[in-house]
């Protein structure tokens, strides 16, 4: 069954949408987050646990999943589903963002790209079609094109080449996707050009994915940057389809992004910042190695629905994370993710009432209050 998306509405004052992503006989509103699990697990967590959290949409990676276990046992096992017992729909992505964090310009060449295996230095060589089977044989729902991410600051004839060449992948990989059953989203890059990406996502569109990704993003730029490279290529893109950020999960970020009109976020940040005793409030994160929880007897956040709130106090996480204890991390997950979802939930209704604008008032106020 192939993922479908329909616009429900638009916030009056903003670009902002409510929307809908169908998936056999379940449904997911939009705006989403995604909680991202790597290698086929969302970090210290079940499957059951993300569930609880209201999650739809779970992202894997492809790149890792080459390495390991391989594209093929994941097939034999019946797909991504079946192998992580996930029963929701599943993203992958295309590898790109591993292209950008591994590989060296000279290695990158019309064919592909050229890099070194991370676990046992083997001699790799990634193309969009090759990108395309693994995702195939994963079993995804959403499958996202090969493209090459431009680190900042890069100049103009760089972009431009890398852009162009995103293009041509683009156009490899719809050539090379063959399931009906699994989407296909292509990647708008461009860097800060405003030219660049208007070029890119009308191409794009010409091509008619199903759905669209703002790449090029979360790559250390300054966040009003990253804002206007979002405006810059969602002005461009059909008002019918997805449009997704890839790797973005600050909460002012969503929250920002959102009212510029993106659907769908993923981020590994609420896991990550877990796994370091970090945990996202309405008032700002807090870190819980700090002593001063020590003796806190109440929940990390009173209004907090999430499990861990419910039924564990910030002493009691404090005390798991100073003695290294993993299912402190497994808490301080489970609230992150539901934190971002949440945030999520709370934007879906400033759309319905055509109040986001005002929504951002009150969270910068409360997450940052003399900060910002």
């Not at 902002?16 to 969302?42: H, N, S």
């Not at 029963?87 to 070194?116: H, N, R, W, Y």
Request: aromatic content about 10%; glycine content about 8%.
């Amino acid at each position: 069954m192939k993922v479908e998306y329909k616009l429900q509405k638009k916030e009056k004052n903003t670009n902002a949408r409510l929307g809908k992503i169908i998936y056999g006989d379940k449904e997911f509103e939009t705006p989403m987050f995604m909680p991202v699990g790597t290698q086929a697990t969302v970090k210290t967590l079940s499957p059951e646990q993300v569930k609880e959290c209201n999650a739809g949409i779970i992202l894997a990676n492809t790149y890792h999943l080459w390495l390991r276990p391989g594209e093929d046992i994941v097939k034999k096992a019946g797909g991504l589903h079946k192998f992580m017992n996930y029963d929701g729909p599943i993203l992958t992505d295309s590898g790109g963002f591993q292209v950008f964090s591994l590989a060296k310009p000279k290695d990158i060449s019309e064919e592909g790209v050229k890099f070194k295996n991370q676990y046992n230095g083997d001699s790799l060589f990634l193309t969009p079609e090759k990108s395309i089977d693994i995702q195939e044989k994963l079993g995804s729902d959403i499958a996202i094109c090969f493209d090459e991410c431009v680190g900042l600051p890069a100049t103009y004839e760089y972009t431009k080449s890398s852009m162009e060449r995103t293009l041509r992948w683009a156009k490899r990989c719809k050539d090379a996707h063959k399931d009906e059953n699994q989407a296909l989203f292509a990647v708008v890059q461009g860097g800060e050009s405003k030219e660049l990406r208007e070029y890119c996502a009308k191409k794009l569109v010409e091509m008619d994915f199903d759905g669209y990704t703002i790449g090029g993003t979360s790559v250390g730029e300054e966040k009003p940057i990253q804002y206007k490279m979002v405006e810059y290529g969602v002005k461009y893109l059909p008002e019918d389809k997805v449009r997704y950020l890839m790797g973005v999960g600050d909460p002012i970020d969503i929250v920002e992004n959102v009212i510029r009109g993106i659907d769908i976020f993923d981020c590994v940040s609420p896991t990550r910042l877990a796994r370091h005793g970090h945990a996202y409030t309405r008032y700002g994160k807090i870190n819980l190695k700090n002593a001063k929880f020590k003796e806190d007897f109440t929940p990390v956040e009173k209004d907090c629905d999430c499990y861990a709130c419910k039924h564990y106090t910030k002493g009691y996480i404090n005390h798991l994370i100073k003695s290294e204890e993993s299912f402190g991390a497994t808490l301080l997950s489970i609230h992150n993710i539901r934190y971002l979802i949440r945030l999520t939930e709370e934007l879906r209704d400033a759309i319905k009432n055509d109040n986001i604008l005002e929504y951002r008032e009150r969270f910068i106020k409360d997450y940052y209050g003399e900060k910002k």
